[in-house]
């Protein structure tokens, strides 16, 4: 589940961005893999959902969005799960001072 308090407050002006999503028509099952997908059907339904949000002209406020609430199911903004979780996990690296 999304970290839950990292959304931001319920406030039309921080969601309206939503409105433009390439996706908001488009059947959600694009963008969320049923249970049991592996493979090559997981990387082409993957795919093509990458592909709406290469069109899509809020990728930015959806991929940042996704990243500030850690949202572990799903493509947002062009990336997959495992793409967050690495980006992610480089920054949280990245904030970890090194041992001398």
Same mark, same amino acid.
């Given at each position: &589940?999304? $970290? &839950?308090?990292?959304?931001?407050?319920?406030?039309? @002006?921080?969601?309206?961005?939503?409105?433009?999503?390439? +996706?908001?028509?488009?059947?959600?099952? &694009? !963008? !969320?893999?049923?249970?049991? @997908? #592996?493979?090559?059907?997981? #990387?082409?339904? @993957?795919?093509?959902?990458?592909?709406? +949000?290469? *069109?899509?002209?809020?990728? $930015?406020? +959806?991929?940042?969005?996704?990243?500030?609430?850690? $949202?572990?199911?799903?493509?947002?903004?062009?990336? *997959? $799960?495992?793409?967050?979780?690495?980006?992610?996990?480089?920054?949280? #690296?990245?904030?970890?001072?090194?041992?001398?």
């Amino acid at each position: &589940m999304a $970290e &839950m308090a990292r959304l931001p407050k319920p406030l039309v @002006e921080i969601w309206q961005w939503q409105n433009a999503g390439a +996706c908001r028509d488009l059947p959600s099952e &694009m !963008f !969320f893999h049923p249970d049991g @997908e #592996r493979g090559p059907s997981r #990387r082409k339904r @993957e795919n093509k959902a990458i592909a709406v +949000c290469q *069109t899509c002209p809020v990728i $930015e406020q +959806c991929r940042n969005q996704a990243l500030m609430i850690q $949202e572990p199911y799903g493509i947002w903004g062009g990336l *997959t $799960e495992d793409d967050r979780l690495a980006i992610i996990g480089m920054k949280v #690296r990245q904030s970890i001072p090194h041992a001398s």
